[in-house]
């Protein structure tokens, strides 16, 4: 069992960063796949990247590619996403999630509670 707790949302201005940290509990998070899910007011929730344990390989959205960065401390059991250059359509309540696999990096089976992101233009 994998809990996930989010913090590090907030208000930014357009243009602004903000760093999300995912505090994990679980033996199995130093090998689990993570990664960072949002979902807008009426929309899907959506994918925005992923880390694999060794944090060999990330990946991305397009939409966030070049402005948001993730990555992991195993040794603290926390994943992070810098997100830099932010843009109002970048609004949106931001879940951290164990994914089940590499091959399918949209499927996930535990997720935190999210973290607000609020960007003003």
């Known amino acids: 069992q994998v809990q996930l707790v989010e913090s590090g949302g907030g208000l930014v201005q357009a243009g602004g960063s903000l760093r999300l940290s995912c505090a994990a509990s679980g033996r199995t998070f130093s090998r689990s796949i993570m990664g960072w899910f949002r979902q807008a007011p009426g929309k899907e929730r959506e994918f925005v990247a992923a880390?694999?344990?060794?944090?060999?390989?990330?990946t991305y959205a397009d939409s966030v590619k070049g402005r948001f960065t993730i990555s992991r401390d195993n040794a603290k059991n926390t994943v992070y996403l810098q997100m830099n250059s932010l843009k109002p359509e970048d609004t949106a309540v931001y879940y951290c999630?164990?994914?089940?696999?590499?091959?399918?990096?949209?499927?996930?089976?535990?997720w935190g509670q999210g973290t607000q992101v609020t960007v003003s233009s």
């Open positions: 999630a164990r994914i089940s696999s590499w091959n399918n990096v949209r499927e996930y089976d535990y």
């Open positions: 880390i694999t344990w060794s944090s060999d390989s990330v």
